[in-house]
């Protein structure tokens, strides 16, 4: 509990979620003032419960997608990397020829 009264407390990278969290609880704000510390804690507890299940799958298949384009991503470097080097060294050899001809 510290730790999401400190993610309402400060300012947070993810401020978005934490606008979703206190939108999204189920207590009225006429009711809030009547209610007890364990009911408002209970509501807090199964709206931030029902966010997680909501969003941890999404944000399984975010990271599982962008694993994906990084692989791909280093593959494409990877190949760039040994097409350059294969460059250099048909260079390297095409000089030695050359300096090799004229002499």
Known sequence: ??????????????????????????????????LSNEEVHGAIKDDVLCFIQTYAPLEQEILSQVNKELAIL????????????????????????LEIAYL
Not at 5 to 12: A, D, R, S
Not at 15 to 27: A, D, P, T, W
Not at 74 to 95: F, P, V
Request: aromatic share 8%; proline share 7%.
């Open 74 to 97: 280093n593959t494409q470097i990877r190949n760039y990397l040994q097409n350059k080097e294969t460059e250099l060294r048909e260079r390297e050899i095409n000089q030695m020829e």
């Open 1 to 34: 509990m510290i730790r999401y009264k400190q993610f309402l407390l400060y300012p947070h990278p993810m401020s978005h979620i934490k606008q979703y969290i206190e939108k999204s609880l189920l207590i009225p704000p006429d009711r809030k003032e009547c």
